[in-house]
């Protein structure tokens, strides 16, 4: 025997009877140490108990195939999780748990396998627990030494979160989740399917980019909330107005796309478009009302663009210009806007390159009042010098007011100026009287542009009360309004005065003129030039001003030509006017003669009961224009 001493072996005792006689019974007794046997099969136990429970909590759910591919065992949690019944789920009885979508792909990836002998690995979708959840079923063939396979080892795993997870990652990658509208990178996509198809069908298609106007209003004054809450209700109102129609997208913003296909002619993609105009919502919120529209820009394949990058920044354009002529509105896509575009490119070039050669200058155009003649201040006015030495206007460079950095740099040059002509003046005595400056309100909505204003005013000692400002009702249209507000509320602080330019030519609201800080009105050329030839001309301005001095503000007439106009609007009560008749823009060298002489005249002309005499006014005005003044 082997074994130290106090072990204990396992010992099987064999016993065989044998007789000596009838009551003499012997027993052999043989004794075999069975300890090592014991032991093997104590771990052939355990292992198979491992083997049982790495099977019973895996997650994954083994079976056994057949050759064929019938399954002949699984485990019982198989059966728990599928609801059937043992002999329901052999063969292939796991079908019928299947997803009626799944079963034609899946059996024929099985059948593929089993005749070519490959592993498979299949997505599908099995009833657990009365639901379809996703899984991957894998299996792996057993052959015989012969190379025949004999069985099928597989098992089934539930992937169902995983899958969730990637279909929604998927879907966010063309998907916008706030309103749930495909994205730009979709509707790219869709576009260009839809071109392919185009182009042997002969049909258009439409591509119209929207955009919600006064949308930027809604998130500044009421919250993103709300803006949010705007963006869900316009995306749900063009699905429903569109669908079956075409893609409705979200590209980004307050910014909207559709796509249509199989349009005969531009004016059914026109017709369609205007549908969208249908969407209109009015927002409450602290007291204000804020009505949404939406512009429409449209372009067509083919004869607006044949790719889609060349359609999308075609509608851009036309969308553009739906929002210039004033919102609320569809514009479709012509090649006149191509040429506007180049044109206001080339205008914002221009004016860039002058600001950069230090061409831009100012002339300054007399403010006259109209009681007693006196010179009362000056218009700022910008020209700029071409390459030839030409002294040009600003028409040529209008674009660039509106352009977000250039008119930045214009404004900066003008103040500049402005300030150091005044200053100069000042030094030698001259009465200046205030200064008006234009602004535009792409550089009202420039982050302080107040406090930048009153640090450049500083720097030439030039006190609040000696310039104006001249804004148009213009300013508060479109993106930025909130800004241009602050900007304005600022300058009121700050106690420059603002003038209301062009009156009567924009909206000429109630509103506008109740609720800003305004001390001046500029009532526009295009009334003072009939004022005494057009009753109607006569009334609006007689109106005009009647208004203006309600609201205990100054009243200016612009675009004064003849002395009669000048006569008529004194007897109406106009305070101040300007215009060729007194004296065209001039530069600044000639600024001072002209206020030495018009002082020397001011007694001549204060005695004159008719109106300011011509002859003694304007000079040095500009010549380019055809001055009438000697
Ligand atoms: P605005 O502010 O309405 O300026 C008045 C315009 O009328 C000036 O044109 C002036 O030369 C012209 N004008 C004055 N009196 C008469 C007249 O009796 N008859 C006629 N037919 N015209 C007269 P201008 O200088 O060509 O300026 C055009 C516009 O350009 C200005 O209109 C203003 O909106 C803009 N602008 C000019 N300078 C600046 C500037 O420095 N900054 C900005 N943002 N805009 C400016
Ligand atoms: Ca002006
Ligand atoms: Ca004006």
Same mark, same amino acid.
């Given at each position: 025997?082997?074994?130290?001493?106090?072990?204990?072996?396992?010992?099987?005792?064999?016993?065989?009877?044998?007789?000596?006689?009838?009551?003499?019974?012997?027993?052999?007794?043989?004794?075999?140490?069975?300890?090592?046997?014991?032991?093997?099969?104590?771990?052939?136990?355990?292992?198979?108990?491992?083997?049982?429970?790495?099977?019973?909590?895996?997650?994954?759910?083994?079976?056994?195939?057949?050759?064929?591919?019938?399954?002949?065992?699984?485990?019982?949690?198989?059966?728990?999780?599928?609801?059937?019944?043992?002999?329901?789920? *052999?063969?292939?009885?796991?079908?019928?748990?299947?997803?009626?979508?799944?079963?034609?792909?899946?059996?024929?990836?099985?059948?593929?396998?089993?005749?070519?002998?490959?592993?498979?690995?299949?997505?599908?979708?099995?009833?657990?627990?009365?639901?379809?959840?996703?899984?991957?079923?894998?299996?792996?063939?057993?052959?015989?030494?012969?190379?025949?396979?004999?069985?099928?080892?597989?098992?089934?795993?539930?992937?169902?979160?995983?899958?969730?997870?990637?279909?929604?990652?998927?879907?966010?990658?063309?998907?916008?989740?706030?309103?749930?509208?495909?994205?730009?990178? %979709?509707?790219?996509?869709?576009?260009?399917?839809?071109?392919?198809?185009?182009?042997?069908?002969?049909?258009?298609?439409?591509?119209?980019?929207?955009?919600?106007?006064?949308?930027?209003?809604?998130?500044?004054?009421?919250?993103?909330?709300?803006?949010?809450?705007?963006?869900?209700?316009?995306?749900?109102?063009?699905?429903?107005?569109?669908?079956?129609?075409?893609?409705?997208?979200?590209?980004?913003?307050?910014?909207?796309?559709?796509?249509?296909?199989?349009?005969?002619?531009?004016?059914?993609?026109?017709?369609?478009?205007?549908?969208?105009?249908?969407?209109?919502?009015?927002?409450?919120? *602290?007291?204000?009302?804020?009505?949404?529209?939406?512009?429409?820009?449209?372009?067509?394949?083919?004869?607006?663009?044949?790719?889609?990058?060349?359609?999308?920044?075609?509608?851009?354009?036309?969308?553009?210009?739906?929002?210039?002529?004033?919102?609320?509105?569809?514009?479709?896509?012509?090649?006149?806007?191509?040429?506007?575009?180049?044109?206001?490119?080339?205008?914002?070039?221009?004016?860039?390159?002058?600001?950069?050669?230090?061409?831009?200058?100012?002339?300054?155009?007399?403010?006259?009042?109209?009681?007693?003649?006196?010179?009362?201040?000056?218009?700022?006015?910008?020209?700029?010098?071409?390459?030839?030495?030409?002294?040009?206007?600003?028409?040529?460079?209008? /674009?660039?007011?509106?352009?977000?950095?250039?008119?930045? %740099?214009?404004?900066?040059?003008?103040?500049?100026?402005?300030?150091?002509?005044?200053?100069?003046?000042? *030094?030698?005595?001259?009465?200046?009287?205030?200064?008006?400056?234009?602004?535009?309100?792409?550089?009202?909505?420039?982050?302080?542009?107040?406090?930048?204003?009153?640090?450049? %005013?500083?720097?030439?000692?030039?006190?609040?009360?000696?310039?104006?400002?001249?804004?148009?009702?213009?300013?508060?249209?479109?993106?930025?309004?909130?800004?241009?507000?602050?900007?304005?509320?600022?300058?009121?602080?700050?106690?420059?005065?603002?003038?209301?330019?062009?009156?009567?030519?924009?909206?000429?609201?109630?509103?506008?003129?109740?609720?800003?800080?305004?001390?001046?009105?500029?009532?526009?050329?295009?009334?003072?030039?009939?004022?005494?030839?057009?009753?109607?001309?006569?009334?609006?301005?007689?109106?005009?001003?009647?208004?203006?001095?309600?609201?205990?503000?100054?009243?200016?007439?612009?675009?004064?030509?003849?002395?009669? @106009?000048?006569?008529?609007?004194?007897?109406?009560?106009?305070?101040?006017? @300007?215009?060729?008749?007194?004296?065209?823009?001039?530069?600044?060298?000639?600024?001072?003669?002209?206020?030495?002489?018009?002082?020397?005249?001011?007694?001549?002309?204060?005695?004159?009961?008719?109106?300011?005499?011509?002859?003694?006014?304007?000079?040095?005005?500009?010549?380019?224009?055809?001055?009438?003044? /000697?």
């Amino acid at each position: 025997m082997h074994g130290g001493a106090g072990d204990l072996r396992h010992i099987r005792v064999l016993a065989q009877a044998r007789h000596r006689g009838p009551d003499r019974p012997v027993v052999d007794l043989v004794a075999v140490d069975v300890t090592s046997e014991h032991a093997e099969i104590d771990l052939l136990r355990r292992s198979m108990e491992n083997l049982r429970l790495i099977v019973e909590y895996n997650p994954q759910l083994p079976w056994i195939a057949d050759a064929e591919g019938r399954i002949i065992d699984f485990t019982d949690r198989w059966l728990e999780n599928t609801g059937l019944e043992r002999d329901e789920a *052999a063969g292939s009885g796991w079908l019928s748990a299947t997803h009626p979508d799944d079963v034609e792909p899946v059996t024929q990836r099985v059948a593929h396998s089993h005749a070519t002998g490959e592993p498979f690995d299949v997505r599908v979708r099995l009833m657990v627990n009365d639901q379809y959840r996703w899984m991957r079923a894998q299996a792996y063939p057993r052959r015989d030494d012969e190379g025949r396979i004999i069985r099928w080892y597989g098992y089934t795993e539930d992937i169902h979160e995983s899958v969730l997870i990637e279909e929604q990652i998927r879907w966010n990658a063309d998907h916008d989740s706030l309103t749930e509208l495909p994205n730009r990178a %979709m509707f790219n996509a869709c576009l260009d399917k839809a071109l392919g198809r185009a182009l042997t069908d002969f049909k258009k298609v439409g591509v119209f980019l929207l955009d919600i106007d006064n949308f930027k209003d809604v998130n500044d004054l009421m919250g993103h909330h709300a803006g949010d809450d705007l963006l869900k209700s316009f995306a749900a109102r063009l699905k429903a107005i569109f669908a079956g129609e075409g893609v409705v997208a979200r590209l980004g913003g307050d910014e909207f796309a559709i796509l249509i296909e199989n349009a005969d002619n531009r004016q059914q993609l026109a017709d369609l478009a205007d549908r969208a105009l249908t969407i209109r919502e009015t927002l409450f919120a *602290a007291g204000r009302s804020l009505e949404c529209r939406v512009s429409v820009g449209v372009a067509a394949f083919p004869e607006d663009g044949r790719v889609a990058t060349e359609l999308l920044r075609h509608a851009d354009l036309a969308l553009y210009r739906a929002k210039s002529l004033g919102r609320g509105r569809v514009q479709m896509f012509e090649q006149s806007l191509l040429e506007d575009m180049q044109e206001r490119v080339a205008m914002i070039n221009r004016a860039r390159t002058a600001v950069r050669d230090g061409t831009i200058i100012s002339y300054y155009q007399p403010k006259v009042s109209l009681q007693t003649g006196e010179l009362v201040g000056f218009e700022a006015l910008l020209r700029w010098r071409d390459s030839c030495g030409t002294i040009r206007s600003p028409a040529e460079i209008y /674009a660039a007011f509106d352009d977000h950095d250039v008119a930045d %740099m214009i404004g900066q040059t003008m103040t500049s100026q402005v300030f150091s002509d005044m200053a100069a003046w000042r *030094a030698r005595g001259l009465a200046v009287g205030h200064v008006a400056i234009n602004v535009s309100s792409a550089e009202l909505r420039r982050e302080r542009f107040a406090g930048r204003l009153i640090e450049t %005013m500083e720097r030439f000692s030039i006190a609040p009360d000696s310039i104006e400002i001249e804004i148009t009702e213009g300013v508060f249209l479109g993106a930025g309004s909130d800004a241009v507000r602050r900007s304005i509320d600022e300058l009121h602080m700050c106690n420059i005065p603002l003038a209301l330019d062009d009156f009567g030519t924009g909206f000429a609201s109630l509103t506008h003129l109740r609720s800003l800080p305004v001390s001046t009105l500029k009532i526009d050329r295009s009334f003072v030039s009939g004022v005494t030839a057009r009753e109607s001309d006569g009334a609006i301005v007689s109106a005009l001003i009647t208004l203006g001095r309600a609201l205990n503000m100054k009243v200016v007439a612009e675009g004064v030509e003849e002395a009669d @106009q000048s006569i008529r609007l004194r007897e109406m009560g106009c305070d101040y006017a @300007q215009g060729f008749y007194f004296s065209r823009p001039a530069p600044s060298e000639t600024i001072p003669a002209l206020i030495q002489s018009w002082s020397e005249n001011s007694a001549v002309i204060s005695l004159n009961r008719r109106a300011v005499p011509r002859s003694s006014l304007g000079r040095g005005g500009e010549g380019w224009a055809g001055s009438r003044i /000697a």
